[in-house]
T-cell receptor, first 111, second 111 residues
Framework: EDQVTQSPEALRLQEGESSSLNCSYT??????LFWYRQDPGKGPEFLFT???AGEEKEKERLKATLTKKESFLHITAPKPEDSATYLC????????????FGTGTRLTIIP | NAGVTQTPKFRVLKTGQSMTLLCAQD?????MYWYRQDPGMGLRLIHY???????AKGEVPDGYNVSRLKKQNFLLGLESAAPSQTSVYFC??????????FGDGTRLSIL
């Protein structure tokens, strides 16, 4: 059974204070690892897909990296508008229509 | 482009009542999904469909039924609502099992 664990559960940062969110996973053959952003009262918004260890993707102040056991979402010089819950999900090669989600990291950026 | 649209956005039901949640997507995606999101539990897959006329069970299918009569629509039904079904329900769609795109959810309370 695929499993995803995200840490920390919540993170408060000062504006401009860089940090990283962690996503540890176990999966029977990784087809893809996905990062989403979710704002209160909204559905998850797709950010990145990573397919293999060593791969990196960037978007504005966010950079996602992937190893064989975990993924990191690095946030550089965050702004208050980066405050959201960040979700990680994995898709395995077996039953590959489905995603297994973590419970998310709630990020708050303080002005 | 509207993306994924869910109706209704809010609903309150009494125990034992029935209702149908509607999901519509305009991206010509083959795959569609229904999730529920509860505090501390993450997103859990209820049912999914890999094409028009097909449906399959996810992680938590009991008490729910689905239908995919048209490619663009995926309906989630509750035949006899129970308080344990109080949740936020999200619909998503994807092109051949790739990144999923979500609607903004239906907030359902069962009294």
């Amino acid at each position: 059974e695929d499993q995803v664990t995200q840490s920390p559960e919540a993170l408060r940062l000062q504006e401009g204070e860089s940090s990283s969110l962690n996503c540890s996973y176990t999966v029977s053959g990784l087809r893809g690892l996905f990062w989403y952003r979710q704002d209160p009262g909204k559905g998850p918004e797709f950010l990145f897909t990573l397919y293999s260890a060593g791969e990196e993707k960037e978007k504005e102040r966010l950079k996602a990296t992937l190893t064989k056991k975990e993924s990191f979402l690095h946030i550089t010089a965050p702004k208050p508008e980066d405050s959201a819950t960040y979700l990680c999900a994995v898709q395995g090669n077996f039953g590959n229509e489905k995603l297994t989600f973590g419970t998310g990291t709630r990020l708050t950026i303080i002005p | 482009n509207a993306g994924v649209t869910q109706t209704p956005k809010f609903r309150v039901l009494k125990t034992g009542q029935s209702m149908t949640l509607l999901c519509a997507q305009d991206m010509n995606h083959e795959y569609m999904y229904w999730y529920r999101q509860d505090p501390g539990m993450g997103l859990r897959l209820i049912h999914y469909s890999v094409g028009e006329g097909t449906t399959a069970k996810g992680e938590v299918p009991d008490g729910y039924n689905v239908s995919r009569l048209k490619k663009q629509n995926f309906l989630l039904g509750l035949e006899s609502a129970a308080p344990s079904q109080t949740s936020v329900y999200f619909c998503a769609s994807s092109f051949s099992g790739g990144p999923q795109h979500f609607g903004d959810g239906t907030r359902l309370s069962i009294l």
